[in-house]
């Protein structure tokens, strides 16, 4: 009998050293909970007083919270295509905000993050709110199949509000068709209202639940008038009161089939978005009206959804973030008295600037990641954002990323995961709406802003979202200034043209992973 060999305990401990624990596939479930337009100071573990967010703060305190979490766009599609894709949306056009009969936005071929997770035997879902376009180049058929959509690009099964609610119309996408949809009453969209009889926010406007303040004077539906026209589909229709509800039911039934499998599943809430309507049981339990009353439903609906993973047994083998899709603004149409209302509350945190901006507020949102016995719980100043968790997902699941896959999606896993000594981002850039708008270029303590359009959508939480004119380039010093207040780029040319000449490089490229 050989004796074994002298070399191997240092052998063993090589091993180890060269595959550290990360390289071992791990597949656990995936929900990521993406709220509309909540703010990183819209939750009380990150500096909300007059109210209490006590599950998504549960789910801070078992997990790491990021100060420096980020989604990508100070808008909604633009991130949720970043997210979906790994690629900044800057480089697609017709990324930004999508209209009521917006074409499919992601096309069928292009990587996805449902799509990668698929083919190591993740089963996927998305349940909420979409805005990510729908159907051929002409949009979709309202009535028929409506291809390509989320089916066709990775996701097993939806359940979704097809753009936002503020949009026509209200119905719901379930797979490839609209959810109890009576042929003979057909939903019809317009661009123009349909007919001199057909009653509008402006012809009406005595009759609504809740005035608009600007645009949203289309269709009137169940109190409250949108952007565009629609007509049909009466039975087909929801109450913008039932949303949360209804997709927490569906969400946590999906996720009870077929335990076997993992699953990735995101919840896409509508919540704190215009028109708030939330249910009436949460209608007047805060302060602030029902901006943050619909805050109140969304942390209900994260509660829900952890009891679900609770109930099911998996809390432990299940991976939760929660992120927002762009930061807060207070009169995003509707006359809901979010600003009349807003006391000392502070939506963005000590951030400037909120939606539509690319100040720090319109994109540094709250990010949450909880994965208990594995995910340390801790605070994390990380540079993290909603479009690594592509690249980052695939290297936790040993998931083989195609070469055109994911070109911005920075892998930061042992970051997400709170790893001590784990970077996150060295660079980050942000931008508002779609392509061809104003960037932010976050690197280190620097931020850079260039606004192209000479102008910023500021939202001065005290007063309506404004624009004010500013200079094409601004540079801040994120340590000193948080707020975003002293340009400093007279005294730092060195610096602010070292980020000038990356942000362009990295606009001009293909990729910046
Ligand atoms: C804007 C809407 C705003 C909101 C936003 C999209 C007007 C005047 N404003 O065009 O109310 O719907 O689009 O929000 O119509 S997002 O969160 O989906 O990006
Ligand atoms: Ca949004």
Known sequence: MRS?????????????????????????????????DLGWGD?????????????????????????????????????????????????????????PNAPAIILPGTPTLPGVLKTVGYRTAIVGKWHLGLGGPDGPDWNGEIRPGPLDIGFDHCFLLPTTNDRVPQVYLEDLRIRNLDPADPLRIYKERPSDDHPTGLTHRETLRMNWTHGHNGTIHNGISRIGFYTGAEAARFRDEDLADTWVER????????????????????????????????????????????????????????????????????????????????????????????????????????????????????????????????????IVSTIDLFASFAELTGAKLPPEAAPDSAQILGALLGAQGANGRSELVQQDNGNG?????????????????????????????????????ELFDLENDPGERRDVLENNADVAARLRNKLAAIIAGERSR
């Open 4 to 36: 074994p060999s002298p070399f191997l305990p240092a052998l063993l401990l090589l091993l180890f050293a060269s595959f550290p624990l990360q390289a071992e596939p791990r597949r656990p479930n995936i929900l990521v909970i993406m709220a509309d």
């Open 43 to 99: 939750i009380s573990c990150q500096g909300a007083s007059t109210y209490e967010t006590p599950h998504i703060d549960r789910l801070a305190a078992e997990g790491v919270r990021f100060t420096s979490g980020y989604c990508t766009a100070s808008t909604c599609t633009p991130t949720r295509y970043s997210f979906l894709t790994g690629i900044y949306a800057f480089r697609t056009e017709g990324t930004g905000i999508a209209p």
């Open 437 to 473: 708008g104003n960037y932010g270029f976050r690197s280190g303590k620097w931020k850079l802003v260039r606004h192209d359009s000479r102008r910023a959508r500021n939202m001065v939480v005290e007063r309506l979202l404004e624009n004010t004119k500013v200079p094409r380039f």
């Open 251 to 382: 969400a946590v039934k999906w996720m009870e089939n077929d335990a076997a499998e993992p699953f990735f599943l995101v919840f896409a809430s509508h919540d704190p978005h215009v028109p708030r309507m939330p249910h009436e049981r949460f209608q007047g339990t805060t302060a602030h009206g029902y901006r943050t009353d619909a805050i109140m439903q969304f942390d209900w609906c994260v509660g829900e959804l952890m009891s679900a993973l609770d109930r099911l047994g998996v809390a432990d083998d299940t991976l939760v973030v929660l992120c927002s899709d762009n930061g807060p603004v207070m009169d995003d149409g509707y006359a809901d008295g979010a600003l009349e209302k807003l006391g000392e509350h502070r939506a963005g945190g000590p951030w400037r600037g909120g939606k539509y901006s690319v100040y720090e507020g319109g994109t540094r949102t709250p990010f949450i990641v909880r994965w208990r016995g594995v995910v340390e719980p801790g605070v994390s100043d990380e």
